[in-house]
């Protein structure tokens, strides 16, 4: 499942021109076609004369055109081969696609003159993803929040006394300055948001919202919000970015700012899979989005390795997706994962991938097999810190991976509040209040103070708004010690440091006072 912040929901912390031009300008950062590429003809002749085969699972697929193929000629060779086109993207040049044929990746990768690469999205048949909290949500009880607002001071929110990751990263200061602008929008691309939550409907943005299970846009109203039976992972993560100060409950990082939903975990499974990852960031990118969090890894494999014909086609489906809605103005916000990998090692054990199957352990080196979208050029990478200020015990880390921190709260962490709970709280479904812990959690703390840096700076493009969180992040040294799973301090000797960056912090925790300022 996609890592909201790790494997499981338990673990994870533009000007129409002709098509052949178009894609010539947007797909410039990819490889030439070989040289030695056989013709078109030579293939399409002989797929055109056998009927493909439809005895195998039906399994989507996403296809990636070559720079100066057409999406037409793509879609035609996608139906001789013996599959049906679900939806294409012209602006990067990705055909997703379902297929029954067992040898469809194989006959489509032969035309060399069309694809540069093809792969199955997922090794399980399609049926009815992953997120990265670590652990389950534990409800704010009754009498916690009456505690709570009982010892709440004016101006503050009524469970604000409880929300020590605010104060971690001086949000709360920095919302005497600024609350952030209704002309910002985070797009949240999880598990759907509920609107309706009181914290969060005065922020919704209906009009950029939508469910992109599938891989094709759905925007009927409430579309996007949760499952009956799904996760809450979405909806907490929404009120961590945007909860409204309007006297009820939380209040969010940047309170002003608008808040999207764009719904990509499959039901029953919460699986997040590539044809909906795309769809969400070319959605937020044509939306007018300013900043995506993205609290997960794209399912099945926690780590993509480019050697393997399948998973290459989803980094470049994803990698074409994140850079063109950077083009379009989108930064976009990832949690580093719960599983306490060193992302910047030399080789790390996988032993849950696929994850929509019986996994297959094996041993993979990090820069080659990248956790998608964490490693993705372009992209924040986030990692998770407590109250005391350590690296939460699940975060994964890394020299020159990590680029900052933020507060994703840390059950052996516990902070002088009124709930003495280390753990993050915000919103959950049904008008309720939780606390959840992982890298999914940290990552909106991040997206919030991107907001406000882009309600401050709204000319400024998404490397500058990088460049900028991390320029005023506050820097962190290497601790002595840290907190392990089992609650123990031990020896911080995973931590490594070089010009002005570790690999548990990057370059600090962010600070969203100096954002405002």
């Known amino acids: 499942m996609a890592q909201l912040g790790s494997r499981s929901p338990e673990r994870r912390g533009r000007l129409a021109v002709p098509v052949g031009l178009a894609l010539t300008a947007s797909l410039a950062f990819l490889p030439a076609v070989a040289a030695s590429a056989a013709p078109l003809g030579n293939t399409a002749g002989t797929a055109a004369t056998a009927k493909p085969d439809t005895t195998g699972p039906k399994l989507s697929y996403v296809a990636n055109l070559t720079a100066y193929a057409s999406v037409k000629a793509a879609k035609k060779a996608v139906e001789r081969a013996g599959g049906t086109v679900v939806t294409s ?162 209040a969010g990082v940047a309170p002003g700012v608008k808040v999207a939903a764009i719904k990509v975990s499959e039901p029953g499974t919460s699986l997040f899979f590539t044809e909906a990852v795309v769809c969400g960031f070319m959605f937020a990118a044509e939306k007018g989005i300013e900043v995506t ?96 200020g350590f690296r939460s015990y699940y975060s994964s880390f890394g020299l020159g991976v990590v680029d900052v921190a933020a507060p994703g709260g840390d059950k052996w962490q516990v902070p002088a509040t009124p709930d003495a709970n280390g753990r993050v709280l915000s919103t959950v479904p049904g008008g309720g209040y939780g606390y959840k812990q992982g890298t999914s959690m940290a990552g909106p703390h991040v997206a919030g103070v991107a907001a406000l840096l882009k309600s401050a700076h709204p000319k400024a493009t998404p490397s500058q708004l990088q460049a900028m969180l991390k320029a005023q992040a506050t820097k962190t040294a290497c601790p002595e010690k840290v907190y392990d799973a089992t609650g123990a301090l031990v020896a911080a000797t995973t931590c490594q440091s070089r010009w002005g960056q570790t690999g548990y912090y990057g370059y600090g925790v962010v600070d969203a006072l100096k954002a405002v300022k």
């Open 89 to 250: 993207y012209e602006q990067i040049g990705v055909v997703v696609a379902h297929s029954q044929n067992p040898d469809f990746a194989k006959q489509l990768r032969a035309q060399r003159s069309l694809f540069v690469s093809v792969g199955a999205t997922r090794t399980a048949p399609l049926q009815t993803v992953a997120t990265t909290e670590e652990g389950t949500t534990q409800k704010l009880s009754a009498a916690d929040a009456a505690k709570a607002a009982a010892t709440a001071t004016d101006g503050q929110e009524p469970l604000e006394p409880n929300q020590w990751d605010l104060r971690a990263i001086k949000a709360d200061q920095a919302h005497k300055i600024n609350d952030g602008s209704p002309d910002v929008t985070v797009g949240v691309i999880d598990t759907g948001v509920d609107d309706t939550h009181p914290d969060l409907a005065p922020n919704f943005s209906k009009g950029q919202s939508a469910n992109c299970v599938g891989g094709v846009a759905d925007t009927t109203d409430g579309a996007w919000r949760p499952y009956p039976d799904g996760s809450d992972h979405g909806t907490h993560v929404a009120g961590t970015i945007a909860a409204a100060r309007n006297g009820i409950g939380v």
């Open 293 to 388: 969090n993205n609290s997960y890894y794209v399912d099945p494999w926690l780590y993509n390795c480019k050697a393997d014909d399948d998973q290459k086609a989803l980094v470049e489906a994803l990698g074409r997706a994140t850079k063109y809605a950077e083009r379009k103005g989108v930064l976009s916000v990832a949690s580093a994962g719960n599983s306490n990998h060193d992302l910047a090692s030399n080789a790390i054990v996988d032993d849950t991938s696929p994850d929509d199957a019986t996994p297959v352990p094996r041993t993979i080196d990090p820069h080659v097999c990248l956790d998608i979208p964490t490693q993705l050029p372009g992209v924040v990478t986030v990692s998770a810190t407590g109250d005391q």
